[in-house]
């Protein structure tokens, strides 16, 4: 969901409160006891609140090539769907029914996102203004 986060960041960079940051960019990873990642994740990633949101590196585990078709395909259905052209669900396979699911989640929550900051950054400027 890499190009979903840098689709968001670029629109207004929008707050990740509710989305996982990602190991690298995550404090409390980098600050957590452990020497390996698995203990890093065993340490922190257990216990947080967004770990239904982490997002896992793809690549790692089919490989960089193969992710990209994956990800090309997604979004494809996905602009497909999203014209109004209708999507046949016959002609998908389900894993990128599923695939297709969690990109709109990550799209969803970084919309909300944008639209929590945009408030607060109006109601901010409209208290100053009185």
């Not at 707050?15 to 690298?24: A, L, M, R, V």
């Not at 957590?32 to 590196?57: D, F, M, P, S, Y």
């Not at 990128?96 to 109006?122: G, N, P, Q, S």
Request: with cysteine; proline share 1%.
């Amino acid at each position: 969901m890499a190009r979903v986060k840098k689709l968001y960041e670029a629109n207004g960079g929008a707050s990740t409160n509710s989305i996982c940051p990602g190991e690298e960019a995550c404090e409390d990873f980098a600050a957590a006891a452990g020497v390996t990642r698995e203990e890093k994740c065993e340490n922190v990633c257990a216990g947080c609140h967004l770990l239904a949101t982490k997002i896992q590196n793809i690549e790692s585990v089919i490989g960089e090539d193969e992710a990209e078709i994956y990800i090309a395909e997604v979004e494809q259905v996905r602009r497909t769907r999203d014209s109004g052209a209708g999507l046949d669900l016959t002609t998908i396979s389900f894993l990128t029914w599923r695939l297709l699911l969690i990109y709109d989640d990550a799209v969803e929550a970084y919309e909300r996102d944008l639209r929590l900051y945009a408030k607060a950054l109006f109601e901010a400027l409209a208290a100053r203004g009185t």
